[in-house]
């Protein structure tokens, strides 16, 4: 098995949005994330407030302040993981799903059976991930699942469905919608809590 037990995602409170990017993704991976909100200093220091406890719930993993060069928030940080290893506090993390907007999730729920019809695969990823990855053209994907897949060409007729329908339908490419879907959930996790 691969996946590691948690990981720690590095975000730059001096630039939030950008950075939050990434970690839709790892929400995407289903996998066990703190997150350690840096330089947090500079953005109390805008005056700016932000609501860690309610963005992490939005989340669906614990964000930690933290100023690494001066070691401010770091053993938080290293309970929080600790805490989240041993599995102690439900509160803490949850599993979501980013809600991509229906038309896109119909397009998840359509191509993501043809994925997990693979044991292998699904025994060593989030299938709904590679799904998600694979509707965007990611290339490390295509050939994972080019590797690993019996049923390659189901995939990609799927795929190819998907990408036919939501441009006739949203007038843009699929890849360019699943990115506008991810900052339209960033832009509104941050609304409610910055």
């Known amino acids: 098995d691969l ?3 948690v990981v720690i995602n590095v975000v730059d409170a001096s630039n939030i949005e950008r950075n939050l990017y990434l970690t839709t993704q790892l929400i995407d991976m289903n996998l066990r ?3 350690a909100l840096n330089m947090y200093d500079e953005l109390r220091h805008k005056g700016d407030k932000l609501d860690t406890v309610q963005l992490g719930y939005l989340l669906g993993m614990p964000v930690c302040p933290t100023v690494s060069r001066s070691g401010e928030g770091i053993s938080e940080l290293f309970d929080t993981v600790i805490r989240i290893y041993e599995h102690q506090d439900p509160k803490l993390a949850r599993h979501i799903h980013i809600n991509h907007g229906a038309e896109i999730e119909l397009g998840i729920k359509h191509v993501q059976p043809y994925i997990a ?3 292998k ?3 060593q990823y989030s299938t709904r991930y590679l799904t998600i990855k694979y509707l965007e053209g990611d290339k490390d994907i295509e050939k994972l699942l080019k590797k690993d897949c019996s ?3 189901d995939i990609a007729n799927a ?3 998907e990408q036919q329908r939501i441009q006739a339908l949203m007038g843009t490419s699929l890849e360019s919608a699943i990115v506008d ?3 339209a959930f960033i832009q509104g996790a941050l609304a409610e809590t910055y």
Do not use: C, F, G, T
Request: proline letters at 5%.
């Open 151 to 153: 049923n390659i060409q």
């Open 181 to 183: 879907a991810k900052y």
């Open 159 to 161: 795929r190819s469905d």
């Open 33 to 35: 994330v703190v997150m």
């Open 121 to 123: 695969l699904k025994a």
């Open 3 to 5: 996946m590691p037990d």
């Open 117 to 119: 019809y693979n044991e």
